[in-house]
């Protein structure tokens, strides 16, 4: 052994007595207490570390799988991917309807009292000193095609503006109001051509990824089948008008736009996950309150929320994707908000801030493709009037006289429920509570409720049929 | 890191290199190494090293990942170029080779810290 080596034994000694150590100094209660205290701290600070960066890493393996898969069924991840191509000013119907909602003269008491009145009490004078209006709305829709100058490539897409799809509204309801006072003249041809403008307007917003369109697109087709059932009351088809008519019905697939404008959702929703990466600043792009904070304050709390926030995006890809699955079953009843919401983990503050209310949305585009189905029939009842002389008994008489089948119930797929007196008729459809209640469509039980009761609860209104 | 520095082997020294050791002071050595080995505290410098040493590299590992897999994940979200984004890292294109190569390193900085504390 070298001396060296022998050395740097412990505590070695070639003498037994020098073995004995001098006893170190003992510690004072408060440095022991800081020693153990710091230890703790130590010990704390290493396990949170280490916690950290393995819970990131498996949130950023989840989050890769959940955008693999979206990116592997050939779906977009990106807005810009949603947007529709730029079309020719020639095809383009937009700059039309824009001039036709510039030479708009409406005040804001008469555009209330046309939208309270759907279109019933528009005065001659209303409708003369629009004529512009209606006519420029008229040579719009003529166009086959339509883009609406959005600017899509804004850097914060929370701030994209659509202030068109108002102007096309109020465009719909005057061109609705002219409908009903051209059928009231018996001017036939007209009132149809006015009713299909309106069918077409609502076409046109579909091609805009967000549902806020597909919303006003479904309301203008409302209104339309709304016009076209007052238009019904006043004139009589022959079955050649009536036939020429249903080919000029909407026919517009709300499933598949709806799947296009939940895409575009998604691509919103992503987005805003990259633009925000905190709950604070998520609640502040909801309240659009300007700007997200990005003090340092802000920076620290995204980096230790990141782990949270990636999972929280899981969570919202996976619930776009199963609440896009049940909205393609037209009819199919959606579990409501409140439940979807609760299921959720803590976490997932910014997947309840971005998710559309689809239990609404379902329930509306239900609506509107069940009232497609029923102004077909409607249009056969009227034929059948006109031929006869009077209602039809029941709608296989209808049918029988029309030549071809009529489109059936959507929520229960029989035939919608039609009551007749023969100077008077009642077509409806029982609605998504799956029950007669003698053609009452649902009250608003609330302000904040909506049109037809509130869509985002669980229970389904009482009454809730769909009357043409 | 070689082994002498513990207890049992400085002991298989010892008995190795007895001849040249007076008998007596061999048996106080030999003693004095078991007493050694029983009292030696757990958490030796060289075992703490080694657990940092560890530790640094999952959490190394982990970070590098997890940075990966979000340069990955904002490319696709963003539509850039997800090899460039993985570049931009400047790190081996062989992750784990990379992580292993840090390990090393880190050992062999633990073996240096050790025996400047032990020296």
Known sequence: M???????????????????????????????????????????????????????????????????????????????????????????????????????????????????????????????????????????????????????????????????????????????????????????????????????????????????????????????????????????????????????????????????????????????????SNPIQASQLANGTGAPTNNPVSKVLSVLWSPFWKMDEVHYLQAMDQRNELLQVPGASLESDDIFMRDLPWYAICTRIMLPTLPAIGKKRDQVVDYQRMALAALAINAYRTTTGHYPTDLHEAEAAWGSALPRDLYTNQPFVYKADGETMALYSIGSNRKDDGGKKATTSSPSDGEHGNPTKNTPPAEDDLPW | MTPQHEPETIETQLRASAPVLPPELRSQILHRCRSERRNAPVWTWYRRWRLAAAFATLVLFCAVGSSQLDAQNRAMLTGGNRATSARSFAIPADTAQFVLALRWRISQLALLLHDKHSG
């Open chain 1, 2 to 276: 070298s001396p060296n080596r022998v050395s740097r034994l412990p505590h070695f000694s070639a003498d037994p007595s020098s073995t004995a150590q001098a006893s170190p100094r003992p510690l004072t209660k408060r440095v022991r207490f800081w020693r153990r205290a710091g230890r703790i701290l130590q010990a704390c600070l290493l396990v949170g570390i280490g916690t950290y960066y393995a819970a990131n890493l498996t949130a950023s393996w989840q989050l890769h799988n959940a955008l693999s898969a979206v990116e592997e069924r050939g779906e977009p991840l990106q807005f810009s991917k949603v947007v529709p191509a730029f079309i020719p000013e020639s095809r383009n119907a937009a700059p039309v309807y824009l001039h036709a909602a510039d030479a708009l003269v409406l005040s804001d008491a008469e555009d209330a009292a046309l939208r309270a009145s759907r279109g019933t009490q528009a005065s001659a004078d209303l409708l003369a000193k629009n004529r512009a209006a209606i006519e420029l709305t008229r040579q719009a829709a003529a166009l086959p095609e339509c883009r609406f100058p959005v600017h899509y490539d804004e850097e914060n897409l929370a701030g994209i503006l659509f202030p068109h799809l108002g102007k096309v509204r109020r465009l719909a309801e005057i061109v609705s109001a002219q409908a009903q006072a051209e059928a009231r003249a018996g001017q036939t041809d007209a009132a149809l051509d006015d009713v299909a403008v309106i069918f077409r307007m609502s076409e046109h917003l579909t091609p805009e990824p967000v549902l806020i369109s597909c919303l006003t697109a479904i309301a203008i087709e409302r209104l339309g089948d709304t016009t076209l059932a007052r238009v019904l009351q006043n004139v009589a088809l022959s079955p050649a008008q009536a036939h020429a008519f249903s080919l000029r019905l909407s026919h517009t697939d709300w499933t598949a736009v709806l799947r296009q404008d939940l895409k575009g959702e998604r691509c919103f929703g992503l987005w805003a996950f990259q633009y925000v």
